[in-house]
């Protein structure tokens, strides 16, 4: 499985960015897939995930409210749509696949796209 992940940019606190993660090589739809984030100096830590149907959703707290992940299988792609963006929010993002059931832990997912930084100016 490969994936690419993309939108990350610069924007101002209170704005809006939506990055994207597309697939090629296996069947995107048959995969739980999920966003996870690390910051300099900090572990890669849980931001969202959705299930395989995309009938499940799952965020951390941090981000509930301001953040929406989807998925569109007939475009192999995924979404996160980020909203009232924090300093806090500033990380490189990944997205990630998991074969069998992803969790909110990193190494519960089995494919990483290379990363999309998100910088957020106060």
Do not use: H
Request: aromatic share 10%; charged share 15%; hydrophobic share 35%.
């Amino acid at each position: 499985v490969q994936l690419q992940a993309s939108g990350g940019g610069l924007v101002q606190a209170g704005g809006s960015l939506r990055l994207s993660c597309t697939t090629s090589g296996q069947s995107f739809s048959l995969y739980d897939m999920g966003w996870f984030r690390q910051a300099p100096g900090k572990v890669r830590e849980f931001v969202a995930l959705i299930n395989w149907r995309g009938t499940t959703t799952s965020y951390a707290d941090s981000v509930k409210g301001r953040f929406t992940i989807s998925r569109d299988n007939a475009k192999n792609t995924m979404y996160l749509e980020m909203n009232s963006l924090k300093p806090e929010d500033a990380a490189v993002y990944y997205c990630a696949v998991a074969n069998g059931e992803l969790r909110s832990s990193p190494s519960s997912a089995d494919y990483w796209g290379q990363g999309t930084q998100v910088t957020v100016s106060s």
